[in-house]
């Protein structure tokens, strides 16, 4: 069952979103050349609890970390520790952040330093592909048609899309009904409406769309070597346009 939220509790998750939101404002100030992916879930955690909330992601089904790095060819849920970024790497940095009972949740790809052609074509590949599925939160609309949206725009790009991880209904819980994948055909599932709120996160390729999963059963990593890129928003739907919640604000200092 798709939980819809009322306008108070959208309030609310907008709270949490603004948090989110900074976090990865300034996880971006930070990602440089040297820094080590664990010095960016301190940063991280330690801003997190300064605005009064709590990594949604540390201890989740036994997660070590607050926040999400995945370099290069890792799709998602790279765990933060010794790696140390390089000029020309790309980082996932995944934030969920709860906050008064309500959780936001956001991912964005930093660019390291100077990045090859490839990479700045995903990047901008990835960001497009979650313009057009926020593009279709709207009341009226069909769940698959955030999807294909995604899906459209991905291959457009000559990209493709990760089909084992999907984005998600998301509020009281980091991950409530809707699975939404980022494939299909449009039309088909449930009926969109006012109150609903989804995590809307394409995770594309730059080759095939094929994973594998790391050791720690965490980490997860594009099957072929190639580049793999995420962004992430939460988005509410509302009677007008769609709600972003974890929008960026302006750059934050620590």
């Known amino acids: 069952m798709i939980i819809r939220k009322s306008p108070q509790e959208i309030e609310r998750m907008a709270r949490a979103g603004e948090v989110v939101a900074d976090v990865l404002a300034l996880l971006g100030e930070r990602a440089r050349p040297g820094v080590t992916t664990d010095e960016l879930d301190a940063l991280a955690d330690e801003f997190i609890r300064s605005r009064g909330g709590s990594p949604t992601f540390k201890g989740y089904r036994g997660y070590p970390a607050s926040i999400c790095t995945s370099p290069n060819d890792m799709v998602v ?11 020309g790497d790309i980082l996932s940095v995944d934030v969920g952040v709860t906050l ?32 057009a ?34 984005g998600h209904g998301v509020g009281r819980s980091m991950h409530e009904e809707p699975q939404i994948p980022n494939f299909g055909e449009p039309g088909r599932g449930p009926l969109l409406s006012a109150g609903m709120t989804f995590a809307i996160e394409p995770m594309i390729n730059a080759e095939g769309p094929d994973v594998v999963i790391h050791d720690d ?38």
Do not use: M
């Open 77 to 87: 849920h790279g765990i933060p520790g010794p790696y140390a970024l390089s000029d």
């Open 133 to 166: 599925g926020i593009e279709q939160c709207r009341p009226g609309n069909r769940l698959s048609d955030i999807s294909h949206a995604i899906q459209a725009v991905t291959e457009e790009h000559g990209f493709s899309v990760v089909r084992s991880l999907v």
């Open 217 to 254: 059963e965490w980490s997860i990593s594009t099957s072929d070597g190639s580049l793999s890129a995420h962004f992430e928003h939460t988005v509410a739907i509302t009677d007008d346009a769609p709600r972003i919640l974890t929008l960026a604000r302006t750059a934050v200092t620590s």
């Open 100 to 131: 008064d009972g309500f959780v936001a949740d956001s991912a964005y790809t930093f660019p390291i330093g100077e990045i090859s052609g490839e990479a700045e074509r995903l990047l901008e590949g990835c960001k497009t592909a979650l313009a």
